[in-house]
């Protein structure tokens, strides 16, 4: 981490939730989690209380279990759940960009190309970083269902790319309220202004020489302000591809004052 | 942070601070108070101001990071508010890019002041030029544009290093980050015009002073490293928009306060 010495989170809120994985155990690590204690055992109860029909490999289901078409799948609580919210979407908006890439929509320019190609590499840089950093926490692998994009048909391609970005911006704006570790807040931004680019990039694509990279369908005109959606928001719209069902119910609710 | 504060942090990093100070303004506070006395009666002045506009409401560390954003937004409005008044420097396809975006930043200026009330630091004056290195940035397209993109990603890693200190306060936060992610949108738009990829690769950009991507190219989050087997390296630092402190964003600022 670059941001030096982050501020403490306030005392009403709780400690990081971030689990303690075996890659970054070192002392460092550990100082920076202490109080994961705490938090192993909020995890571990929130997660007997999963409807996963059977046990998967670890307490969330393990990073490289598969899911099952029809599975309720449960966020969890506290900052692994925000984080695993942020996992879920990454892993959605991934698996479109590879199929994209795998076989690009007709009359691709070079250009158009080259920008899903990195839009992808990007994103796998980011799903790879959550399935590392949940570790054992980890929600596992969906079962995505894009057969109601043609993609074939660059509209149809641009417009699906540009709703995932536009969404998975929208949502890291709204989830920032809902982390109580700074750290995890810092990381947070870190991604969410690169998903902001990615879609005014797409937006660019799709309407070329217009005012749609920052179109005032998703940021205010009068306040200047880009769309901000809380988990309950941004699910049911992501779920239009996601073949389990994703539950928000543990996740942190923000404050209001 | 009141303005105070920010000049008094700036003066470290331009000991002539001061001196192009002070014809700001004869209304401004620097006036007010005397070269010498700024930095020790300035904060004294500006918590009072504060303490009346809001008595305990707004906690002091979030007044100071709305008047850092806000101090940030001014030089964007009216980078932009100059630029679209300059005959003939923004045209066709810039104009309407540039329209969009000068539409948003006299928003944020609005909504922080709204926010901030009386705690409100004033606008200061600005040297487009920042001392001549960039010579007549309202008549020369390019030198505009690469200005533009200099404060647009700068702005970008300013809130984005800011956020931790919001933390206090859910809707102060997110206000931040909707105002943050507009932000990287004008950037990647601004980049684009100038031919560059919407996005950050590596450390550098051309003509672009160097300070503004210091430390981009990290690939190392929370220890873990985003190197991944077949995706260049390269690509995997735009995956990441670093945050830049209060003290690094002044120092890239400080040579465009007139």
């Known amino acids: ?257 | 942070m009141n303005i105070q504060a920010i000049i008094a942090d700036l003066s470290k990093t331009d000991p002539e601070l001061y001196d192009r100070l002070e014809h700001v303004s004869r209304r401004s506070l620097f006036n007010m108070i005397g070269r010498k006395a700024a930095q020790v009666a300035a904060p004294v002045v500006a918590m009072s101001a504060v303490n009346r506009a809001y008595g305990q409401t707004l906690p002091q560390p979030i007044v100071d990071v709305l008047n850092f954003a806000l101090t940030l937004e001014y030089l964007e409005a009216e980078f932009y508010n100059v630029g679209m008044d300059s005959a003939g420097l923004l045209t066709g396809t810039a104009r309407t890019v540039y329209g969009q975006i000068q539409k948003h930043e006299n928003a944020h200026v609005k909504l922080l002041k709204d926010t901030l009330g009386t705690a409100a630091v004033a606008k200061p004056a600005f040297d487009f030029t920042a001392k001549g290195a960039f010579p007549n940035p309202f008549s020369n397209y390019q030198v505009y544009l690469t200005l533009s993109q200099a404060f647009e990603d700068t702005g970008v890693r300013a809130y984005k290093g800011q956020a931790p200190a919001l933390i206090s306060s859910d809707p102060i936060l997110t206000t931040a980050l909707r105002i943050h992610s507009v932000e990287a949108r004008h950037a990647a738009r601004v980049r684009m015009l100038r031919g560059e990829k919407p996005w950050i690769t590596g450390n550098t950009s051309p003509g672009v002073p160097p300070a503004v991507y210091a430390g981009d190219e990290s690939t190392v989050h929370l220890e873990i490293s985003s190197i991944i087997q077949g995706i260049p390296v390269e690509q995997s630092t735009q995956a990441w928009d670093e945050p830049l402190s209060k003290e690094d964003v002044l120092k890239i600022v400080a040579p465009f306060l007139a």
């Open chain 1, 1 to 257: 981490m670059k941001t030096s010495s982050p501020q403490q989170p306030p005392a009403q809120k709780p400690v990081s939730v971030l689990p303690v994985v075996p890659l970054f155990s070192g002392r460092r690590m550990f100082m920076r989690y202490a109080g994961v204690a705490t938090a192993t055992g909020l995890v571990m109860s929130a997660c007997t209380n999963t409807l996963i029909p059977e046990p998967l490999a670890g307490p969330g289901g393990g990073s490289t279990a598969n899911a099952r078409i029809g599975d309720v799948i449960d966020l969890g609580s506290g900052d692994i759940g925000v984080l695993n919210y942020a996992y879920a979407l990454e892993q959605a908006e991934l698996r479109f960009l590879e199929l994209v890439t795998d076989n690009f929509y007709d009359n691709a320019t070079e250009v158009e190309k080259q920008v899903f190609i990195e839009l992808r590499n990007q994103e796998i840089t980011h799903r790879e970083f959550f399935k590392k950093v949940l570790g054992s926490y980890a929600i596992p692998t969906l079962t995505l269902d894009y057969s109601s994009v043609n993609f074939r048909n660059r509209d149809s391609v641009l417009d699906t790319a540009m709703a995932f970005a536009d969404l998975a911006t929208s949502a890291y704006n709204g989830a920032g309220q809902l982390l109580s570790n700074a750290t995890n807040l810092a990381i947070s931004g870190i991604i969410v202004s690169v998903e902001a680019r990615h879609a005014a990039a797409v937006r660019e694509l799709r309407y070329p020489n217009t005012t749609s990279f920052a179109g005032d369908d998703v940021i205010d005109p009068v306040t200047g302000l880009e769309v901000a959606r809380l988990p309950n928001e941004v699910v049911p719209i992501a779920s239009k591809f996601i073949k389990e069902t994703l539950s928000t119910a543990n996740l942190p609710s923000p404050m209001t004052a």
